[in-house]
């Protein structure tokens, strides 16, 4: 067993369904014991250290440790094509995702990738993550054989699409479902793994394609479903087109897609029927700030979905998204709200984030979509140790402003604002800490 020293921070309640001021657990000179990867007590360092004075201590005292951030929307093929600015959701996949993505035909070239993404996303503290994978079989092979050897709480599909796109990005469904069933046979509930349905969005993905999806669902309990939906408003008129519909949700309802198993990408502009229809489902949204205002998809109507009870979470949507640091997504999500209005004037619809709930977004929240909340999320007694240690340089901005912090949730809106990649110290997957 391993003694952990640390200011201990976590969101065990939900700050949007009870009161944000109590949501925030501290435990300023906290003491997390740690045996076979999951957390046996944890308290005050005093306490646990008299109850256990025989335990290895590793030290951790300055700066904070949270839990492991969960990523729920993230695209593994686009580890390489961060930055593509100037242009709207269609022309940037035309342009720069989908002629990147088809390089993942090649294995040695998936398997460099899935390396280098695996890596990086580690590196800035997350531990879980529900990632969109590539259109090609042997590359998700090769996402999951580094995810394995990494530890990384996985959750992944094959991207499907039968419509549209390039053709060499192109299924039969039959193809599709047989492909997706391989993996689905060889990689769900290994180790830490789990695979997800993955059509691309309804705009690639026609009736035929989308009734496959909902037959692997069905034929196999417990996998995931993702897909992305109401992000554009070119996609959204797209697919009224192509579905006869205005409902984007309903497209992927006739098929049994809306389920409490069920992550959808963006919904950044979303019809109160449809969220009402995700709220009944259990469905949870994705929200991927940096994406949506990258790309100008729109400002994410947050306070709609708290009013009709859909849980959100947070993903980087990378590589629409500008990069892997989960909290960057927590910090823009906060100045989308901001710029909805948040101070009372007329018409404003932001929600009035706080640095609780940016961490919970960030974390429990993410666990919670994945249906993983008994396992991970935060930092509770039974969990797998899935953490971050952050602690800046001294002399950095972010040091200096820590250490005026008035309190625990004063010294996270500071993190928010001011925290990088460079301030990660320590990583833990399942309790074993990244070299
Ligand atoms: O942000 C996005 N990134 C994508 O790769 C994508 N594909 C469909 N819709 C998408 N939206
Ligand atoms: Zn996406």
Redesign the pocket.
Known sequence: MTLYRATVIDTPANPFTSDAGTALRVEQDGGVLVHDGRIAERGTFVSLQAAHPDEDVVDLSGGMLLPGFVDTHV?FP?TRVIGGLGMP?LEW?DKC?LPEEARFAEPEYAAAVAREFLGQLVRGGTTSALV?GAHFESAMDELFTAAGNVGLNLTAGLVVSDRILREELLYTPAQAQAASQRLIDRWHGQGRMRYAVTP??S??AGDDMLKVCGQLLADNPGVWFTS?IN?NRA?IATVAELFGTTDYLESYARHGLVTDRSVF??NVHPSDAELTAMAAAGSWTAH?PT?NAS?GSGLFPLGRHVEHGVGVSLGS?V??GTGLFLLKEGLQAYFMQQLLGTDGRPGGTGYELTPTHLLYLATAAGAAALGLFDRVGDLSVGKDFDAVWLRPDEGTSLAVNLANSADAADALARVFALATANDVAGVWLAGRQLS
Do not use: I, V, Y
């Open positions: 695209h686009q959701l996949l995702a969109f691309r969005f705009l690639s992305h992000e996609e990408a963006h991927c994406s790309l949507d590589g629409g």
